[in-house]
């Protein structure tokens, strides 16, 4: 039985606790999903620089590997409050 993996590569930004511009891309093929995160991430950076120069207020988490990694800038004293992430996994379908 042949087992097919699909890669989700999410995005959101958070402000005043609101959820904007959350997208999630599906796609097979491993090597393009890492570009796109890659790509995702590089934008989400530029976009939010100021929150990744404030090392005072904010705080960056990040981890994994490859096809399986995240990467998130938050507000260290109330998180839910102003965040960004970007994150990448695989999941088998059925």
Do not use: W
């Amino acid at each position: 039985m042949k087992t097919d993996k699909v890669y989700l590569i999410h995005s959101e930004y958070v402000q005043h606790g609101m959820t904007f511009n959350s997208r999630t891309r599906y796609v097979k093929d491993k090597e393009k999903a890492i570009q796109i995160y890659e790509e995702t991430l590089k934008q989400m950076k530029e976009d939010n620089a100021d929150m990744l120069s404030n090392k005072d207020s904010y705080s960056i988490n990040k981890g994994g590997q490859r096809a399986n990694k995240f990467f998130t800038c938050y507000y260290k004293y109330q998180p839910q409050v102003s965040n960004f992430l970007v994150e990448i996994s695989a999941e088998i379908l059925e």
